[in-house]
């Protein structure tokens, strides 16, 4: 089992401020509305409200404020049966748990649920009104985390996500060049599984793209931001379904190659014709900027009519088959627009 203390990115500096400035204003506010103990619960339910999306902030808000509220139900009930001595704490945090458990609460809630109900009998046995205070003072802690991380510059995972799609593009690039390589040069056993390998991973690739994007469409829930740039959300989703279809058509290509596989294969000149137009697709998928459309080069497309094969070798008429109506699919592909840049 592997842990760390260290992660691989860093929280945005914009969060750890926001953090900050509800974290503060939480304490100011709760402080003044509500005379008493210092405002803890209102801090608290700030720094936790403030996430990466305007969606998940909403989220944690409404689950600290219901954990707070069920927490206090039941540290009051066990309160007023048993008091605020020690077993009355460790059955009011069994019993929180159980109760989230069996209403089979998000382990943050039943968290606490727990937490709470072991505060309010720990600290506020001995201030009247305490219960309700607490449950005030956290909502008014999730509200301003909330306000603040929609008013401070409402965050969106754009960029994640056309860093993903656009890895997986250049993904996809190199290994239909790296096949066209393999296509007209001898290959050893270790090479061909390379290659295949090296085809394979393109699925995690998609599949991290699939995930940015869940998070972009995530952080334009009530995001004022939002509607102005779901359609760069809808083209990027748009680029990875056509990058998906593509790293389809390439693995079983480099499939198809790798089975039947033969010393002679890089003699015929129709091998040679689809490995050119291999690497004119790896060339056109580079061309565009992944989820605008917008050319990142001034170079024109390679691709420009898919290639014809009037007569077979008969020894390697299967795989030229195959592989041609592979290539046929992907130059499809390629050339079909994102909605951004046929909008």
């Known amino acids: 089992m592997k842990w760390s203390l260290r992660v691989a990115r860093r929280t945005p500096l914009l969060q750890v401020v926001k953090s900050v400035v509800a974290t503060i204003a939480a304490w100011l506010v709760a402080g003044a509305l509500i005379p008493g103990p210092p405002p803890v ?19 944690r808000g409404v689950e600290r404020t219901v954990g707070v509220i069920t927490g206090v139900l039941v540290a009051s009930a066990i ?10 704490i ?25 937490i709470s109900a072991m505060l309010v009998l720990a ?30 510059v409402p965050p969106l995972s754009l960029a994640p996500a056309q860093q993903k799609v656009g890895a997986v593009n250049d993904a996809t690039a190199r290994s239909l060049e790296a096949l066209a390589d393999a296509l007209v040069a001898p290959q050893s056993a270790a090479q061909l599984q390379t290659l295949l390998d090296d085809a ?15 998070d972009a469409r995530s952080s334009l829930a009530l995001n004022p931001r939002g509607r102005t740039r779901a359609r760069e959300v809808d083209a990027l989703e748009s ?17 198809a190659f790798v089975d039947d596989y033969d010393d002679t294969i890089s003699a015929d000149r129709e ?23 917008a050319p990142v080069s001034d170079e024109p497309p390679a691709l420009t009519r898919p290639l014809e094969v009037n007569t077979v070798p008969p020894r390697h008429w299967m795989l030229i ?23």
Do not use: K
């Not at 680029?239 to 499939?255: C, S, Y």
């Open 239 to 255: 680029d990875v379904q056509r990058l998906f279809a593509i790293v389809t058509q390439t693995i079983g290509m480099t499939r």
């Open 90 to 114: 460790a059955l009011a945090v069994a019993a929180a748990l159980l109760l989230a458990w069996g209403l089979r609460a998000a382990p943050g809630t039943a968290n606490q649920v727990a």
């Open 321 to 343: 088959g195959s592989l041609l109506v592979d290539l046929r699919r992907i130059h499809e592909g390629i050339a079909r627009p994102t909605p951004a840049a046929s909008a």
């Open 271 to 293: 091998i040679g014709s689809i490995a050119e137009q291999l690497h004119r697709a790896g060339h056109d998928l580079r061309l565009t900027s992944p989820g605008t459309g």
């Open 200 to 214: 394979r991973l393109l699925r995690g690739s998609v599949a991290d793209a699939e995930r940015a994007l869940t």
């Open 41 to 59: 619960f209102a801090a608290i339910a700030a720094l936790l409200t403030v996430q990466p999306s305007v969606g998940e902030s909403f989220g």
């Open 79 to 88: 309160g007023l049966l048993l008091g605020n001595g020690f077993w009355a």
């Open 123 to 152: 600290l506020g046995s001995a201030t009247p009104g305490y219960a309700v205070d607490r449950v005030l003072e956290t909502a008014i802690g999730a509200l301003i985390g909330l306000i603040v991380n929609v008013v401070i």
